[in-house]
């Protein structure tokens, strides 16, 4: 008895990122969601950026690409905004949701790759309700993408912190744009 109740605890958390993750595709694959990585994203339609690629390694990606304002108004709103506890905040939190990246099967399962799309998005492990996501341009289209790191050396880089509700459906979805050197 407890053998099953175990696998379908596993069955139902897997099941449970699976909704998260194919909300937040289904919101990214909307042009008008992603004007703040191209203005003229949408005008553009013979770029073929829709569906866009998902890379198919999960990352652990960092509060810092979100920036002071999302991270306290969304991330951490209970916190008092003080540098103070937002650096222990980011400290505390990035080194509790770090891993090293890994390649994922459920992604590869969930998500065909368009050859004819430029933009990428990488995904991190849901943390509670929130689901952190960065895309970028390949601005080397002949080049083999493998990480999200391979994308945003030199470009820009649009990091997306979405928050779910209780039922696994986006409740807010907060945006910040990056520029890597």
């Known amino acids: 008895m407890k053998m099953i109740v175990i696998v379908g605890l596993m069955l139902f958390a897997h099941i449970e990122s699976n909704d998260k993750y194919l909300e937040a595709y289904t919101y990214l694959n909307n042009c008008k969601n992603l004007k703040e990585l191209d203005k003229r994203?949408?005008?553009n339609k013979s770029a073929n950026h829709f569906p866009i690629n998902v890379v198919h390694e999960v990352y652990p990606l960092s509060v810092l690409i979100f920036g002071k304002e999302i991270i306290q108004n969304s991330i951490m709103p209970n916190v008092p905004h003080n540098q103070t506890m937002l650096n222990e905040f980011i400290g505390e939190f990035d080194s509790e949701h770090n891993f090293e990246p890994f390649e994922s099967n459920q992604l590869m399962d969930l998500?065909?790759?368009?050859?004819?799309?430029?933009?990428?998005?990488?995904f991190s492990k849901p943390v509670g309700n929130l689901l952190f996501a960065e895309l970028a341009y390949n601005l080397n289209p002949k080049a083999k993408v493998n990480s999200i790191r391979d994308l945003t050396r030199f470009n820009n880089g649009l990091a997306v912190l979405f928050i779910f509700d209780n039922n696994e459906k986006i409740k807010e979805v907060r945006k910040k744009l990056n520029h890597y050197d």
């Open 41 to 43: 994203i949408c005008k």
């Open 111 to 122: 998500f065909a790759n368009n050859e004819k799309s430029q933009i990428y998005v990488a």
